[in-house]
């Protein structure tokens, strides 16, 4: 699975941005997917995962009720990260992933996790 990230941006404090994850490779559907960020000299940190049916997600605390992600299974293309409330320490690089094993029904949150990362996409919050 090869990953292209995109969407980031730079926004005010309280705005919302929408990043995409696209995944070449036929075989998508059968990986859960999450996104991680790093911020300038911090380790990279997970912020959201779903699984590979989309019917299980999890969330880091910090993004609890502010971020959702989603996958589009119809077309098993994309994945998605909608982040509203948007604070900023959620300044960062944000990066999709894919899980190392296809098939799992649970979701998983280690960057050890996860085999295929994407280039990363900026996103700049503004006070």
């Known amino acids: 699975v090869q990953l292209q990230a995109s969407g980031g941006g730079s926004v005010q404090a309280g705005g919302s941005l929408r990043l995409s994850c696209a995944a070449s490779?036929?075989?998508?559907?059968?990986?859960?997917m999450g996104w991680f960020r790093q911020a300038p000299g911090k380790e990279r940190e997970f912020v959201a995962a779903?699984?590979?049916?989309?019917?299980?997600?999890?969330y880091a605390d910090s993004v609890k009720g502010r971020f959702t992600i989603s996958r589009d299974n119809a077309n098993k293309t994309t994945v998605y990260l909608q982040m509203n409330s948007l604070k900023p320490e959620d300044t960062a690089v944000y990066y999709c992933?894919?899980?190392?094993?296809?098939?799992?029904?649970?979701?998983?949150?280690?960057?050890?996790?996860?085999?295929?990362w994407g280039q990363g996409t900026q996103v700049t919050v503004s006070s």
């Open positions: 490779g036929r075989t998508f559907k059968l990986y859960g």
């Open positions: 992933a894919a899980d190392k094993a296809a098939w799992r029904r649970t979701v998983v949150t280690g960057t050890s996790d996860f085999g295929s």
């Open positions: 779903i699984n590979w049916s989309g019917g299980s997600t999890d």
